[in-house]
């Protein structure tokens, strides 16, 4: 979620929400696949978000000026080559990427999806691919809806400078985690797990401890 009333942080948001999905080829469980931005910048995010995704060198992950690498296995690539097919099918305005890279190995160019409907396959399931779907809103409770109206709900990110602004963001959004001004950043002492259909339980912490607990009731009656 990326608000406008501090455009500065335009260059910030677009540099954590590349990170947040493209880190990994996206193949992580907290990938930031649906961004939602604010009307007022929403063409400057995307068109800054497409510059930097061209930019973004795909290959050898030996090779030292590689930023992503490939795709797991032919399966996932080509599941992840169906998703993007939909989204133009279903009338996504494709931004840049798009295609495979190649006949050798499983990579994929960084695509990223702009006026995606909510309601669209790319929008609803998880793609696990490097393809970032970039929605408009025009108010804060419509984002805030918008972004649970989800079956999953491992991580959130904001991107705000109003502090009152983030605390309603995260009392309000559901899920796991929720990060302000960043993304994906773990720490050993705090639980990490999801609401709804995301993770199983909570791990790291005094939570994650308390998943290897054996809990033994006991009940004695005294005369």
Request: aromatic share 12%.
């Amino acid at each position: 979620l990326v608000e406008y009333l501090f455009l500065l942080l335009v260059d910030l948001a677009v540099r954590t929400a590349h990170a947040g999905l493209f880190t990994h080829a996206a193949q992580v469980c907290v990938a930031a696949s649906r961004v939602f931005v604010h009307s007022k910048i929403y063409d400057e995010f995307v068109s800054k978000s497409v510059k930097l995704a061209k930019k973004r060198v795909v290959g050898d992950p030996f090779d030292s000026k590689t930023e992503q690498g490939p795709q797991i296995n032919s399966t996932q690539c080509e599941s992840i080559l169906q998703y993007i097919q939909s989204g133009k099918e279903a009338g996504a305005k494709l931004e840049c990427g798009g295609e495979r890279i190649g006949d050798k190995g499983y990579f994929i160019q960084p695509t990223i999806f702009s006026d995606v409907k909510d309601d669209m396959k790319i929008a609803r399931e998880e793609i696990f691919g490097p393809v970032m779907s970039i929605f408009k809103f025009d108010s804060y409770d419509e984002a805030i809806k918008r972004a649970n109206d989800t079956q999953y709900g491992l991580a959130a990110g904001v991107i705000t400078k109003d502090l009152a602004r983030a605390f309603q963001f995260i009392e309000q959004l559901q899920a796991g985690s929720v990060w302000v001004n960043q993304y994906s950043t773990l720490q050993f002492q705090a639980p990490f797990g999801g609401f709804k259909q995301s993770g199983h339980g909570r791990e790291l912490g005094r939570n994650g401890l308390e998943e290897y607990y054996e809990v033994k009731t006991v009940s004695i009656k005294i005369d």
